[in-house]
């Protein structure tokens, strides 16, 4: 059975940075992309960040780009989301998930697989 539980989250001021985790085991990691989704009050889900097996590959929504860098660790079964100059539009609770098939630019819920439970961000101004 396949497990992903998401950690990191928590309460920041505007400006500030955060680093998420997320552990995962039942899956091959080393061989499977993984993306970081969010969603926001009111909201709903959108696309943050992917990574591809072996970490040469990246890809972010325009809404992140230049602040939050998505990595793994493929000894630990973990990917991780570092995120620099918070925005209160940030706030969301933050999911990973696994991404099917081969490595792409995926950024649609159904192009993954495998959520975890989530971690909740809050930015305040």
């Known amino acids: 059975q396949v497990y992903l539980v998401e950690s990191g989250g928590g309460l920041v001021q505007a400006g500030g940075s955060l680093r998420l985790s997320c552990a995962s085991s039942?899956?091959?990691?080393?061989?499977?992309?993984m993306g970081w989704f969010r969603q926001g009050p009111g909201k709903e889900r959108e696309f943050v960040a992917a990574i591809s097996w072996s970490a040469g590959s990246t890809y972010y929504a325009d809404s992140v780009k230049g602040r939050f860098t998505i990595s793994r660790d493929n000894a630990k079964n973990t990917v991780y989301l570092q995120m620099n100059s918070l925005k209160p539009e940030d706030t969301a609770v933050y999911y990973c998930?696994?991404?099917?098939?081969?490595?792409?630019?995926?950024?649609?819920?159904?192009?993954?697989?495998?959520w975890g439970q989530g971690t909740q961000v809050i930015v305040s101004s």
């Open positions: 998930a696994v991404q099917r098939g081969a490595w792409g630019q995926r950024t649609e819920e159904s192009d993954y697989s495998y």
């Open positions: 039942g899956l091959t990691f080393s061989r499977d992309a």
